[in-house]
C-alpha cells in the first residue's frame, strides 16, 4: 500500500505530465487514470484494515483514500506544470467509490457461493 502511494507521490512530482498527443485523449486518460490509481489505493487499504469488520474497513479505506487524494493535489500545486483541482479529488474519490463497491459486490457473490 505505501508503495503504490509512492508511486502516485512519484506521477504527481512529474512535471507537465502528458500521456498523449492529442489534447482531449490526453484528459481521458488522465483523469481515468486518476480513478484506476485511486481505486487501486483504496482496495490496497480495504486489504491492510480487514482485520477490523469490513464495512469499517471500507469506509476507512475510503476516507483515507479522499484524504490522500486532497493532499496529492495541494502537492501538484507545488509542480511546474500542474494544478491542484477539487475536480480531480472528486474524480478520485469516485474511483475509489466504484473500486470498493466492485469489491463489497465481488465479496457478497463469494460469500454466497460458500
Same mark, same amino acid.
Given at each position: 500500500?505505501?508503495?503504490?502511494?509512492?508511486?502516485? &507521490?512519484?506521477?504527481?512530482?512529474?512535471?507537465?505530465?502528458?500521456?498523449?498527443?492529442?489534447?482531449?485523449?490526453?484528459?481521458? /486518460?488522465?483523469?481515468?487514470?486518476?480513478?484506476?490509481?485511486?481505486?487501486? /489505493?483504496?482496495?490496497?487499504?480495504?486489504?491492510?484494515?480487514? /482485520?477490523?469488520?469490513?464495512?469499517?474497513?471500507?469506509?476507512?479505506?475510503?476516507?483515507?483514500?479522499?484524504?490522500?487524494?486532497?493532499?496529492?493535489? &495541494?502537492?501538484?500545486?507545488?509542480?511546474?506544470? !500542474?494544478?491542484?483541482?477539487?475536480?480531480?479529488?472528486?474524480?478520485?474519490?469516485?474511483?475509489?467509490?466504484?473500486?470498493? /463497491?466492485?469489491?463489497?459486490?465481488?465479496?457478497?457473490?463469494?460469500? !454466497?457461493?460458500?
Amino acid at each position: 500500500m505505501a508503495v503504490w502511494a509512492g508511486v502516485i &507521490f512519484a506521477l504527481s512530482a512529474t512535471p507537465h505530465l502528458r500521456v498523449a498527443g492529442a489534447a482531449d485523449l490526453d484528459f481521458i /486518460l488522465r483523469k481515468s487514470g486518476h480513478m484506476v490509481a485511486c481505486g487501486i /489505493l483504496a482496495v490496497l487499504l480495504w486489504r491492510a484494515l480487514t /482485520l477490523s469488520a469490513i464495512r469499517r474497513a471500507m469506509v476507512w479505506s475510503l476516507v483515507l483514500t479522499v484524504a490522500y487524494a486532497a493532499t496529492d493535489e &495541494f502537492h501538484q500545486s507545488f509542480t511546474a506544470g !500542474r494544478n491542484a483541482s477539487p475536480v480531480d479529488v472528486c474524480i478520485d474519490s469516485a474511483g475509489a467509490l466504484i473500486a470498493l /463497491l466492485a469489491l463489497a459486490a465481488w465479496l457478497h457473490m463469494r460469500a !454466497r457461493r460458500a
